[in-house]
């Protein structure tokens, strides 16, 4: 028997094939059986890597789609935050536009200390001497302290400025009202706030004897030649009589008209009574009793009493809370503190006049000594944080800017004596208080004086509010400008008021 392969003769038997070629056989289905394995994994791997594959760009897909939803995500967040960012803007823009533009023209307190500051937006405006102290004028500064700007220099004193939109309001006093032959002559003007287009808006109708206006709510209040208090629009038209009181006022708010009323049965006294602003329901503010340099803010109103106490009282309460029993003078308020002058130490004889604060709730003890001047101020005004005072020594007199904590100052103005005698070579007035010559606080009389405005400079010394006895310099007489003190912000009222 051969072998079915190669023919090599073979045993017969089962097998057809001799050794050699079984041999062969086997290592080719070894070889065959290798390969298929081998070919299924690698099917089987590539399945497994073409799945992998796909699961990766599946990954890759939704780390995509991720990445989509979440840029967009973004972008809807981020244009919702722009929106709201311009909204706020418009918000913030218009608060500030509003806010920066005075629905009062000034306050009550500035106002009864003759009304020589008063900010609106992003300046403070004031009365100043010029540089020789021989006119007054209107000048504004940034709160700063930089910027200063002249607006307006003239002849006439200004009182009782007020600052409403794009006009300064304000009472002029003629300077030919110093010659014994004349009257006073009060003209109630206005001005643009660049200082132009300046326009007497009454003069016939108000009364000469009345040294405060106020702005608000776009109407003017004043004091009529009868006594009574009147209102007109802001270009001086529709002038209309609020009440007939016949005795003037001492403040107005937004939402108040404080005066004082005679009694019935004593004509020389008062009672300070309170009526809304269209001169209704007129009411006592405390039974019986007159207040002094009046304050008012919100539901309060703050006062003196004849003693200079500081006290305040809630609005138709008819209840009296003290704050300080230390004498206050030229009392005025801002935010959550009143502001006054008074001597350092009166009972041991130190007459150096500081300016203190005392909160309004009462809460303190003793009042804040923040200032102590030089001599004295016949006036302070409050602007947005600043104290705007008057002060001298013997040798010049200086307006002047101070952070209400007493911790900042800045220079508004200064004059200096030596240089104004030798540029005007005018003597000294020998009726004016000298070095070393007491000067008495005057009594409060704004019911029954009228001002003298016969000498109205920086640093007269004839009758201060408070004067530091050891230092009234004298000044030249008839020099027209800003700080008269003469009389005193407690003195300047109507006759009968």
Not at 37 to 51: H, L, T
């Amino acid at each position: 028997m051969n072998c079915t392969k190669c023919g090599k003769e073979i045993p017969d038997g089962e097998n057809t094939l001799c050794e050699d070629c079984q041999k062969k056989e086997l290592e080719e289905k070894e070889v065959k059986t290798e390969t298929v394995e081998n070919a299924e994994k690698d099917s089987v791997q590539e399945v497994k890597e073409e799945k992998k594959d796909h699961k990766k760009e599946k990954k890759t897909e939704n780390k995509n789609e991720v990445k989509k939803d979440d840029q967009s995500k973004n972008i809807k967040i981020a244009g919702a935050i722009i929106a709201v960012i311009i909204v706020l803007a418009i918000i913030l823009i218009g608060f500030f536009v509003i806010a920066g533009k005075n629905k009062v023209g000034n306050t009550i307190g500035n106002i009864r200390n003759y009304g020589y500051a008063v900010r609106q937006g992003g300046w403070i405006y004031y009365l100043s001497p010029n540089e020789g102290s021989t006119q007054s004028g209107i000048f504004k500064v940034k709160p700063n302290g930089s910027g200063k700007k002249e607006l307006y220099m003239g002849s006439m004193d200004i009182l009782s400025m007020n600052v409403v939109g794009k006009y300064i309001y304000f009472i002029g006093i003629s300077s030919e009202a110093y010659s014994e032959e004349d009257t006073l002559d009060n003209k109630i003007y206005r001005m643009k706030t660049d200082g132009s287009d300046l326009t007497v808006i009454n003069d016939n109708e108000f009364n000469d004897n009345c040294y405060e206006i106020y702005v608000i709510n776009n109407s003017i209040y004043y004091i009529g030649v009868d006594a009574n208090i009147y209102k007109m629009k802001l270009d001086g038209s529709n002038k209309e009589m609020v009440a007939e009181n016949g005795t003037g006022y001492l403040g107005i708010s937004d939402k108040y008209i404080v005066y004082n009323k005679t009694l019935d049965d004593n004509p020389d006294g008062y009672v300070t009574y309170i009526m809304n602003l269209d001169g209704s329901n007129a009411r006592p503010i405390i039974e019986g009793k007159r207040l002094y340099s009046i304050n008012i803010d919100g539901k309060y109103i703050y006062y003196t009493n004849e003693e200079k106490a500081v006290y305040r009282t809630k609005i138709d309460s008819n209840q009296e809370e003290l704050i300080t029993e230390k004498t206050a003078y030229n009392l005025n308020l801002e935010g959550k503190y009143l502001y006054f002058l008074n001597y350092a130490d009166i009972e041991n004889e130190d007459y150096t006049v500081c300016i203190y604060r005392i909160k309004t709730d009462g809460s303190m003890k003793e009042p804040e000594n923040i200032k102590q001047l030089e001599q004295y101020s016949s006036f302070i005004n409050l602007v947005d944080g600043w104290i705007l005072y008057m002060d001298g020594n013997d040798t010049s007199a200086f307006i002047n800017m101070t952070k209400v904590d007493g911790k900042k100052e800045v220079q508004l103005y200064y004059l200096n004596y030596e240089e104004y005698y030798e540029n005007f070579n005018e003597p000294v007035n020998p009726d004016l208080p000298q070095d070393g010559e007491d000067v008495e606080p005057p009594s409060d009389n704004t019911g029954t004086e009228t001002p003298d405005t016969s000498t109205n400079t920086v640093g007269n010394a004839t009758t201060p509010e408070v004067s530091n006895t050891a230092s009234n310099a004298a000044v030249p007489e008839n020099t027209n400008s800003v700080a008269n003190t003469t009389n005193t912000a407690e003195n300047v009222s109507n006759t009968t008021n």
